[in-house]
């Protein structure tokens, strides 16, 4: 067990819905990940958050948002779901250390399915 | 060309083989390079971290850095079924984290 939580486990709905998918980070990790894991794309970072503030984005769509809250907890918003969207989604998180050198711990993933 | 390759496998061997896992990539400013192993419907897990050329061991495991041919490599001892996963390469530069796409490993007993 890693320390990071994610819910929920499974999500089915439909297309043209949104969702909002959750994580909270170990005890004391500042930084939270998510990432995007399809069978064609393997695991695809979308953003990062440092204590509140965006840090780094990778490839996330427009239809996709993401936020830290003050409680370090982390949603991942999508919406316009299209089938393509059917994926795991995983959370990770890290405690500061030398910039660049973070280990990341992941959370169990929601799997998402998109009918 | 991708920054990150790995050869996808599937990999199967034999119980007690020894498995080599390897990444290659093409962006030179990376510093820090990981293995997490990832069993089916689960989160990748952190097996290996490494900073510098040259090798690091842990019980079974040994991850290798060659830096100068931009090589990494994840080698398993005395393998076990219970290694039967997908193991993924990664590695940093700043804040900017790639995976290699997998390696699928089956370990039949």
């Known amino acids: 067990d890693s320390g990071v939580t994610q819910t929920p486990k499974h999500l089915i709905t439909a297309t043209g819905q949104r969702v909002t998918l959750r994580c909270s980070p170990r005890?004391?990790?500042?930084?939270v990940y998510w990432y995007q894991q399809s069978l064609d794309q393997g695991l695809q970072f979308l953003i990062q958050?440092?204590?509140?503030?965006?840090?780094a984005k990778g490839n996330i769509l427009e239809r996709f948002s993401a936020q830290q809250f003050p409680d370090l907890h982390s949603e991942l918003n999508l919406s316009s779901l299209e089938l393509g969207d059917s994926a795991l989604y995983f959370c990770?998180?890290?405690?500061?250390?030398?910039?660049?050198?973070?280990?990341?711990?992941f959370g169990p993933g929601t799997r998402l399915l998109v009918l | 060309q991708k920054e990150v390759e790995q050869d996808p496998g599937p990999l199967s061997v034999p119980e007690g083989a020894i498995v080599s896992l390897n990444c290659t990539y093409s962006?030179?400013?990376?510093?820090?390079f990981m293995w997490y192993r990832q069993y089916s419907r689960k989160g990748p897990e952190l097996l290996m971290y490494?900073?510098?050329?040259g090798n690091k061991e842990d019980g079974r495991f040994t991850a290798q850095v060659d830096k100068s041919s931009k090589y990494i490599s994840l080698f398993i001892r005395d393998s076990q079924p219970s290694d039967s996963a997908t193991y993924l390469c990664?590695?940093?530069?700043?804040?900017?984290?790639?995976f290699g796409a997998g390696t699928r490993l089956t370990v039949k007993p």
């Open positions: 990770a998180s890290s405690a500061p250390g030398l910039a660049g050198s973070e280990t990341q711990y």
């Open positions: 005890s004391g990790d500042l930084s």
């Open positions: 958050y440092y204590n509140g503030e965006e840090r």
């Open positions: 962006n030179s400013a990376f510093q820090y």
């Open positions: 490494t900073y510098s050329s």
């Open positions: 990664a590695m940093v530069n700043n804040n900017d984290m790639r």
